[in-house]
């Protein structure tokens, strides 16, 4: 117990120069809250057994969560992952165009939902879809907050109470044990499945479709794949036979793409324009993959497909907001220049990239750690394959270079424990006991950032390599 007397008390703590010099930066509220979390940490520490300290230590540690406490919990990283479109870390960056869009729509009121020619109220979706009908050849277009909310809204609208035939080779799941078949269940569809795993045929759907049916929904398993003993009906015969039935077809393309990616090597991904060009009545895709814009879903088709769903009540809970909105139009604009758009959107630049300018980019980064650093980091630029990623090409693998460390004392995952957590994160991946930073998706904008990062790591850590 007298241990437990001698901690001091919240005032006196406060006082200590390292936390009172800390005034001008935070709150009195965050610094108190601080000193109280610290010693109620010490004061159980203490019931335990364990020493007591210092008010030096005391104040070090209270002032180290008080200044936790101010840092934003979504931070910039620094992403040398090599997949460029990295669901965890927020998928595509976006262009500057739409960064800069983005900036004026947060700063000051706007016309959102108001008729400048009239003065009368308007609608937000008139912002996008004149772009989305000029880019993808569709009558109507909208756009809501993901994908998975434009295939809920889609369904809803067109299947609720009735059925919704689907291969099961496409029931798959999108991500976060969001599936196919629990999407249909919240539409208020009934899932009825058709042909198997590897091989779904014309008359699988030719017999499935009835009375009952509501809508025929076609998916491209864009995160995976299914080789060897493998059949898939095409979509134009999928078309056909829609029409001939009389019911809706709805693909879900995927990610999103709106340019042919096969000039940079890639496999062929479905275009968004395609399927509606070869007759897919109603369309959706991810505005946040190959778009290369922000988190979005956009749905197009036939004028009275889309106007149900827009006059559907779900659309107003799935709408976008005025952010995501001044994003995704600054995207789309840049889709009218098929010369600049290569460069202009980040995630299309860093797939058609050179892998020699990455190779000259990762060699800039060991040259600006200096010899001694490097020499003890054993860094060294190693060929590596990127991805895509964002559940975009599952086979796709794009020539890449990394620069590899080693670790000399600790371990390789302390190292990369320690950059992940330094004051500018940055994630890698280790393979073969190395830590590798893939430069494809280290933009050369953030290479000061990545070596002061490692300054840090590899000198605060002297028993890692």
């Known amino acids: 117990m007298s241990r437990l007397r001698s901690i001091p008390s919240v005032e006196s703590l406060l006082q200590h120069p390292d936390l009172a010099g800390l005034a001008e930066r935070a709150p009195r509220p965050v610094i108190v809250q601080a000193v109280r979390d610290t010693l109620a940490r010490l004061r159980e520490s203490l019931r335990g057994g364990a020493a007591s300290m210092s008010p030096d230590e005391l104040a070090s540690r209270a002032r180290a ?24 870390l927020g998928r595509a960056p ?29 609608s937000r979706g008139a912002h996008l879809e004149p772009l989305l009908r000029e880019l993808l050849g569709a009558p109507a277009a909208i756009a809501v907050n993901n994908n998975a909310a434009a295939m809920l809204l889609a369904l809803n609208t067109l299947a609720a109470g009735r059925e919704a035939v689907v291969s099961r080779g496409e029931l798959v799941e999108i991500g976060g044990s969001f599936r196919i078949p629990e999407i249909l269940e919240r539409a208020g569809a009934t899932l009825r499945e058709v042909g198997t795993t590897n091989k779904t045929r014309l008359k699988d759907y030719e017999r499935a479709i009835g009375p009952d049916t509501g809508v025929v929904l076609r998916v491209h398993p864009s995160n995976f794949a299914v080789v060897g003993f493998a059949e898939r009906v095409e979509r134009e015969d999928l078309v056909e036979l829609a029409r001939k039935k009389k019911v809706p077809l709805l693909e879900d393309v995927g990610s999103g793409a709106m340019i042919d990616l096969r000039p940079f090597g890639l496999p062929e991904e479905p275009l968004l324009k395609e399927s509606l060009r070869d007759g897919v009545p109603l369309a959706c895709a991810s505005g946040d993959k190959l778009l290369g814009g922000p988190q979005a879903g956009i749905l197009a088709g036939t004028k009275k497909l889309v106007d149900a769903c827009r006059s559907n009540p779900m659309a107003r809970a799935l709408r976008l907001d005025k952010l995501s909105i001044a994003a995704l139009e600054a995207t789309l604009r840049l889709y009218r220049d098929p010369e600049t758009i290569g460069s202009a959107v980040p995630a299309l630049r860093m797939i058609a990239e050179p892998a020699s300018a990455v190779r000259a980019r990762a060699r800039r980064l060991i040259a600006s ?93 002297r028993g890692i390599g």
Not at 404 to 427: C, F, N, Y
Request: hydrophobic share 45%; net charge positive; aromatic share 2%.
């Open 369 to 461: 750690l200096g010899a001694e650093r490097a020499s003890r980091a054993r860094a060294e630029v190693v060929p590596c394959t990127a991805e895509v990623g964002g559940g975009s090409m599952p086979l796709a693998r794009i020539p890449s270079f990394a620069v590899a460390l080693s670790a000399s004392g600790g371990t390789i995952a302390d190292l990369a424990r320690t950059l992940r957590l330094g004051a500018e994160p940055v994630l890698g991946r280790i393979e073969s006991g190395r830590l590798l930073l893939d430069l494809r998706t280290v933009d050369r904008r953030e290479l000061p950032r990545l070596v002061a990062a490692l300054h840090t790591a590899l000198d605060g850590k």
């Open 65 to 88: 969560l008080a200044e936790a406490s101010l840092r934003p919990n979504l931070r910039p990283v620094i992403n040398a992952t090599g997949i460029i479109l990295h669901t965890n």
């Open 94 to 122: 976006l262009p500057e165009a739409a960064v800069e869009a983005v900036q004026m729509a947060a700063r000051g009121y706007s016309n959102l939902e108001l008729d400048l020619a009239t003065g009368s109220r308007g």
